[in-house]
């Protein structure tokens, strides 16, 4: 059972320094997304979808109004693990259903961060862990990942857009598209003779992809 503590932040609109160092970092808000808690001149901000200097409105109690999610939260320690928690705090007092986020270790990444950052074994793994929990995940979209591939081709960053294409491969190896796909990326790298071995996975799996038929054929009559 969890047994969280409210964190003590201030009794006027300054927070204290040991609820600034406690509270500061990144907080898991789903399986591949972030809350960020950030202090500056010891006012608290957070950054969280794109926005980056959402000011939360301290509404007394140790909660904090965050317009931008239409939420209160709170801070919290579980006293038995010591780890940080930033809980959305119930609407309803009847609510059953605690909602809270644990705060990420100094060193600790998501695997979009790893992605960014071209870890890309290490986001290999962050999202397969989060496929073997719940392969329904909506950081898992194929068509995103496809995107962010033809994304770094078209940018000219083709080991990058390979390795993008690589998780999109490990994570829905029963789809044609990926391996077509990757095999764009082989074509602008000049592997013609690779691109083909993926071309056919590809039309292994969909027999009707003209383009990768025709790219075959022409390679086949030059050779």
Not at 60 to 87: A, H, R, Y
Not at 184 to 210: F, H, P, Q, W
Not at 211 to 220: G, S
Request: contains cysteine; hydrophobic residues 35%; charged residues 30%.
């Amino acid at each position: 059972m969890l047994v969280l503590s409210i964190l003590i932040g201030c009794s006027s609109n300054t927070n204290s320094p040991d609820f600034i160092k406690k509270t500061t970092g990144s907080y898991l808000y789903n399986s591949d997304e972030i809350i960020e808690v950030y202090f500056e001149n010891e006012e608290l901000f957070l950054k969280w979808r794109g926005a980056t200097n959402i000011k939360p409105l301290n509404v007394g109690d140790q909660q904090f109004f965050v317009k931008e999610m239409n939420e209160k939260i709170e801070f919290s320690t579980d006293s038995s693990t010591n780890n940080s928690f930033l809980t959305l705090v119930p609407k309803d007092e009847n609510d059953t259903i605690i909602n809270s986020f644990r705060k990420l270790a100094a060193n600790e990444k998501i695997p979009s961060e790893y992605l960014k950052d071209n870890e890309f074994d290490k986001a290999l793994e962050g999202y397969l862990s989060i496929k073997k929990n719940d392969s329904l995940d909506k950081s898992l979209n194929e068509d995103n990942f496809n995107s962010l591939g033809y994304k770094a081709l078209r940018e000219k960053n083709i080991d990058n857009a390979l390795n993008i294409f690589k998780i999109n491969m490990e994570l829905y190896p029963y789809s044609a598209n990926v391996y077509d796909s990757y095999a764009d990326a082989l074509k602008v790298k000049g592997d013609t003779a690779e691109a083909i071995t993926y071309y056919k996975k590809s039309l292994a799996i969909d027999s009707g992809n003209r383009r990768a038929k025709n790219f075959i054929e022409k390679y086949d009559k030059k050779n």
